[in-house]
């Protein structure tokens, strides 16, 4: 799928299985921090609407504004952190080197530095100026 000019009725239509949608308060902030940090491609960004793909995966960015009439617009805080409790996990992300360009990023904040986890990752957890917890991991070299 061409995602830089397919219309809304066919990006919809064609969408299956689990999707994501993040709600933020500037798409354009949002995409570059993507964009620059995790290597992610924006199709199609305005002032309310991206499509961002992540490897062979998409997913939405919508302005909050765009959610005017949904029910979910009335419980959106002030002010961050929105995405408490969820981990957005880039499993394909070197996490020293996502870590090192977050200082670049307003709003950006490292919450765990890059360190080897048990469950055979190397990974880290960067908060963006949304608060969504973005997850940069990298498989531990094997053992043999």
Partial sequence: MDYDSVTPTAFGASLRGIGLNLLVRDVAAEVAF?????GM???QPSADFAIMRYGGQVFQLHADGTFATHPLHALLP????????IELRLYDTDPDQAVARAARHPGAHVL???ADKPHGLREAVILDAEGYAWVPSRPLPSDG
Avoid: M, N, V
């Avoid at 993507?34 to 995790?38: C, E, I, P, T, V």
């Avoid at 002030?78 to 409790?85: A, I, Q, S």
């Fill in 112 to 114: 765990a530095p890059p």
């Fill in 41 to 43: 491609k924006a199709h």
């Fill in 78 to 85: 002030e002010t961050p952190p929105r995405g408490t409790g």
């Fill in 34 to 38: 993507l964009s620059d940090l995790f």
